[in-house]
Nanobody, 122 residues
Framework: QVQLVESGGGSVQAGGSLRLSCAAS?????MGWFRRAPGKEREGVAT???????RYADSVKGRFTISQDNAKNTLALEMNSLKPDDTAMYYC???????????????????WGQGTQVTVSS
């Protein structure tokens, strides 16, 4: 079992920044951030594998950065230049798949946090 607890969400104006954190009881080979906006499907935002490979959704490339602190078992998502379209509930997730398969297919992630709300106003 892996316990995941997100924090750091909040309300910001467009152009602002937020840093999300996920405290994990332990890391798995593939960790990621997903989000679900009202009325939309859950979508992948960013993933990082144990080999250091990162993937980003096209909509957040250049604005978001995923990182993991192995000493603290913390997964972070630095979000800059936020847009109203980034408004969503953000979830931390963990998967046992290897780096090659560390992508945005939600069924590969079996551990999920409760989520933290991010609201971006225009």
């Amino acid at each position: 079992q892996v316990q995941l607890v997100e924090s750091g969400g909040g309300s910001v104006q467009a152009g602002g920044s937020l840093r999300l954190s996920c405290a994990a009881s332990r890391f798995t080979p593939c960790m990621g951030w997903f989000r679900r906006a009202p009325g939309k499907e859950r979508e992948g935002v960013a993933t990082v594998s144990s080999t250091g490979i990162t993937r980003y959704a096209d909509s957040v490339k250049g604005r978001f950065t995923i990182s993991q602190d192995n000493a603290k078992n913390t997964l972070a998502l630095e979000m800059n230049s936020l847009k109203p379209d980034d408004t969503a509930m953000y979830y931390c997730a963990a998967s046992h798949v290897l780096a090659t398969y560390c992508d945005f297919l939600t069924w590969r992630f079996i551990y999920w946090g409760q989520g933290t709300q991010v609201t971006v106003s225009s």
